[in-house]
């Protein structure tokens, strides 16, 4: 159970497109969705924690305007970049918890993973 | 954005020996997690502890959520092969969804 589909698992595109990334809770209800980015080497870093039906929260210094995060179903979340840019080349990870009384019963489970490279 | 310290940054053992790895934190926790990530590919939840002093067994895998709630530790008994990998703890708390995860401790195991 507990299972998080995420893709692609692989983009490569050009400067200045625009890519959007789909995370899906295939067995659970997923009330929140979490986007983290994570660099070669480093830890996750959270961008941003999405809600269905609601706007997403973003954490300091992640521009809403250019990753914006759609939550529009108990199954699907959804991330764009706008406007790649090589720095934004990266390994973004989507994580969904399902519902449930407390936070402390709910653990994050995690998609695949999808490596975004801008060339 | 706040990590939590984990330790050791890298181990290097021969197949069949035990690893000990933990996670420390200035601010206290309600929840610990366990997860391993696989080059490539996102983490998958070990063990997940919910209350101070609990100590969880996942098969040869043991994580301890300590007393203070600012630490963690996580065991492997008798290594093998496909325990390479990274693994990072998380901290969680009830005020938020969150997770805070730690900097990773990467295995790599020698046959």
């Known amino acids: 159970g507990a299972v998080v589909s995420q893709h692609p698992s692989w983009v490569i595109c050009k400067s200045g497109t625009s890519v959007k990334i789909e995370c899906r809770s295939l067995?659970?209800?997923?009330?929140?969705m979490f986007w983290y980015r994570q660099f070669p080497k480093q830890s996750l870093m959270l961008m941003a924690t999405s809600n269905e039906g609601s706007k997403a929260t973003y954490e300091q210094g992640v521009e809403k305007d250019k990753f914006l995060i759609n939550h529009a179903s108990l199954t699907l979340s959804t991330l764009t970049v706008t406007s790649a840019h090589p720095e934004d080349s990266s390994f973004y990870i989507c994580s969904a918890t399902g519902t449930g009384p407390t936070y402390s019963n709910q653990p994050q489970h995690f998609g695949d993973g999808t490596r975004l490279s801008i060339l | 954005g706040q990590q939590l310290n984990q330790s050791p940054q890298s181990m290097f053992i021969q197949e069949g020996e035990d690893v000990s790895m933990n996670c420390t934190s200035s601010s206290i926790f309600n929840t610990w997690l366990w997860y391993k990530q696989d080059p490539g590919e996102g983490p998958v939840l070990l063990i997940a502890?919910?209350?101070?002093?609990e100590l969880t067994s996942n098969g040869r895998l043991t994580a301890q959520f300590g007393i203070t709630r600012k630490d963690s530790f996580l065991n492997i008994s008798a290594s093998i092969p496909s325990d390479v990998g990274i693994y990072f703890c998380a901290g969680g708390s009830y005020n938020t969804d969150k997770l805070i995860f730690g900097t990773g401790t990467r295995l790599q195991v020698f046959p």
């Open positions: 502890l919910y209350k101070a002093g």
């Open positions: 067995d659970f209800q997923a009330t929140t």
